[in-house]
C-alpha cells in the first residue's frame, strides 16, 4: 500500500546559525525554519549554492530545503490538480544532498530546526522506495535500480534500527536483477540481506531457489538452518514446505517421513499443504501413511481438487510398481508368467481405484495437465476407452508448435 509522504517539521525559534558557513544560507535557513516559507527559502538557496558546492553545511541546508520544497509541491498539487509540479526530482535530489554533507563531513551537525543528515536520509527512504515500485510496476528496472540503491544507501546510516526496512530494499533490488537476468547481481544483493539476519522468509527461500539452480546442496542446507534460527514459527511454513524437497533432494527418507509427519499436525486442515506433504510422501513410497492424511483433509474439503488428484497419483504409483515387478519377472531366466500375471492383476486392481479418484477429480477440473495426462493414461492401461474431450486435450498438450 502506497505511504502518503508526510514530514513534521519541528520549528524552533532561533536568533543565531552557524557563523562559519556562507551569510545567504543564514538567509535560506531563516525563511525555512522562522518564516516557514519554503519557496522563499528555495529562491535564496538557489542563489547561494552556486560556488559552494565544497561547503557541507551547504549541502545539509539543500537538503532540508528540498525536502520541504518537495512537501510544498505535493500540498500544492492536493489542493489543486492543475498544479505543475516544478521540481519532480526534488525527494531525490533533497536525498542526495543529505548524504553528500555527511560524506563531505561526517561529524556534521545541523543548526536548530534542520533535519541532520541521518535523519534526512532515513525520512526520503520509503517516499524514494514507492517511487521504486512504481517503476517496477511500469518495468523500467534501471530506474527502479537507480532509486533501490539509493533507498539501500539511506537504510544503512542506521542499519541496525532499520535492518528489516533496508532488508526488504534488498528483496526488490533483488527482484529488478532478476527481471533483467543478472543473477550475479541478484545473488549478492540477497546474501547481504541475509546478512542482517532478519525474520522474512524471502530472503532465504530466494536464496535457496538460486542455490538449487547452482545445485550446491550444502548451501541449500545450511540457508534452511539459517532460517530456521530466524524466523519465529509463525513464519516458517514455507521453509518447512522446502525442507521436505530439501530431504527429498538428498534422499533422505527417514528426515523428509519425520518432518512431513510433524507438519501435517500442525497443518491438517489446510489441503494446500496436505497436497504438498502427500506429494512427498507418495514419492518415497509412503502410500498408506499419504493415503491416511489425503482421507483426513478430504473429510473436511470433499471436493478440493488437488487433494483428489494426490489420492489418484497415490494409487497410479501403487498401481505402478507392480507393473515393475510384472516386468522384472518377464525378465528373468526362466521367465516367471504366473508371478507377472499376479503382479498385472494386482496393478490393475489399483488403477482401477485410481481411476475413480481422477475421474472426480476431472470432473470438477477437467482442464487441469497433469490429472488429465495421468487419467488417460490410467484409461488406457485398463483397455478403457478415453472420452474425446479428454483425448483431445492430452493431444493439444503434446502438440508441436
Not at 503382479?343 to 481422477?358: G, R, Y
Request: neutral net charge; hydrophobic residues 40%.
Amino acid at each position: 500500500m502506497k505511504k502518503m509522504f508526510l514530514f513534521t517539521i519541528l520549528i524552533f525559534f532561533t536568533g543565531h546559525f552557524l557563523m562559519a558557513q556562507p551569510a545567504c544560507l543564514n538567509d535560506a535557513i531563516y525563511a525555512l525554519t522562522s518564516l516557514r516559507e519554503v519557496p522563499k527559502a528555495k529562491n535564496y538557496l538557489d542563489k547561494c549554492f552556486p560556488g559552494n558546492e565544497s561547503s557541507p553545511d551547504a549541502w545539509l541546508v539543500r537538503g532540508n530545503v528540498f525536502i520541504q520544497y518537495y512537501e510544498y509541491e505535493l500540498e500544492r498539487k492536493n489542493k489543486d490538480s492543475r498544479y505543475v509540479i516544478k521540481v519532480p526530482d526534488a525527494l531525490i535530489i533533497a536525498n542526495e544532498s543529505f548524504y553528500k554533507a555527511l560524506e563531505l563531513k561526517p561529524d556534521i551537525k545541523a543548526s536548530r530546526g534542520l533535519f541532520d543528515p541521518k535523519e534526512g536520509q532515513l525520512l526520503t527512504a520509503a517516499p524514494i522506495s514507492d517511487l521504486a515500485h512504481d517503476a517496477m510496476k511500469n518495468e523500467n528496472y534501471a530506474e527502479a535500480i537507480r532509486l533501490l540503491n539509493l533507498v539501500v544507501r539511506s537504510y544503512k546510516a542506521d542499519t541496525r534500527g532499520y535492518a528489516l526496512s533496508l532488508a526488504y530494499a534488498y528483496l526488490d533490488l533483488a527482484d529488478c536483477y532478476y527481471f533483467i537476468g543478472d543473477a550475479t547481481n541478484q545473488k549478492k544483493i540477497l546474501l547481504d540481506a541475509a546478512k542482517l539476519n532478519v525474520a522474512l522468509p524471502d530472503i532465504y527461500l530466494n536464496l535457496y531457489d538460486l542455490y538449487i539452480q547452482e545445485k550446491d546442496t550444502l548451501k541449500c542446507g545450511e540457508i534452511l538452518v539459517q532460517a530456521r534460527k530466524i524466523l519465529p514459527d509463525s513464519l516458517t511454513t514455507n521453509i518447512k514446505i522446502y525442507e521436505l524437497d530439501y530431504f527429498s533432494m538428498i534422499g533422505d527418507t527417514a528426515k523428509l517421513k519425520n518432518a512431513a509427519i510433524k507438519m501435517f499436525e500442525d497443518f491438517k486442515e489446510n489441503p494446500a499443504v496436505i497436497s504438498i506433504i502427500t506429494n512427498h510422501l507418495i514419492n518415497i513410497k509412503e502410500y498408506i501413511l499419504a493415503e491416511n492424511m489425503l482421507n483426513e483433509g478430504l473429510r473436511l474439503s470433499p471436493d478440493d481438487v488437488k487433494l483428489l488428484q494426490q489420492m489418484a497419483y497415490r494409487f497410479n504409483c501403487e498401481a505402478l510398481d507392480f507393473i515393475q515387478i510384472k516386468d522384472e519377472k518377464l525378465k528373468e531366466k526362466p521367465k516367471k508368467y504366473t508371478d507377472a500375471e499376479k503382479a498385472l492383476n494386482k496393478a490393475n486392481d489399483i488403477f482401477e481405484v485410481a481411476s475413480v479418484w481422477a475421474e472426480k477429480a476431472y470432473i470438477i477440473n477437467p482442464n487441469d495437465r497433469d490429472n488429465n495426462i495421468m487419467y488417460s493414461r490410467i484409461l488406457v492401461r485398463l483397455n478403457k476407452e478415453v472420452p474425446q474431450e479428454l483425448q483431445e486435450k492430452v493431444d493439444s498438450y503434446f502438440k508441436q508448435h
